[in-house]
């Protein structure tokens, strides 16, 4: 009896440890369509922790995020190309929210499932990221130009200049912060 309920203790833990890679593997292999918001850095740390090492070659690197989500819908980069960076200004999740309200664009109507009522644009909770940071980052960085900002983790992100001209102004600008440190990606 002590053995079958060390089996059975050991077959839970063993579930736990693989359980979310269950749900990764069922997304990956379900052909559905994967929707986020300025997700190459989830891409890449989904595929790293539950696939692959990641590739050095950027050209293996699409191959590999191909076969692993062979449908993948940015919302930040189709809002920042053509055509609709013609009329989006601010590729923000907020302020994408809104603009897409407006004409000529007509928002979907969407049903949550189930015990997830709160995830509506009515209720304003667009999503769950802790990142909200990331209008203090655009306004630290609109003195360089246009940017975009992929978070490391709570407290870091990669911030990419589009005026590689301004990188070392923002640098040397840093050196007198208090609240912030700017490092290169070199050195990062």
Known sequence: ERIEQQQAKDREELEDAVGFSRIIQAISTSGKLVVGHNMLLDVMHTIHQFFCQLPDDLNEFKEVTNCVFPRVLDTKLMASTNPFKEIIYNTSLAELEKRLKDSPFKPPKVDGADGFQSHNTASEQLHEAGYDKTSDLYQLF??????????????????????????????????????????????Y
Do not use: M
């Open 142 to 187: 609109s003195a360089f130009g246009n940017i975009q900002v992929s978070w490391i983790d709570d407290t870091s992100a990669f911030v990419s200049l589009s005026q590689a001209d301004q990188v070392q102004i923002a640098v040397n600008t840093s050196k007198y912060a208090e609240s912030y440190r700017i490092q290169t990606y070199a050195e």
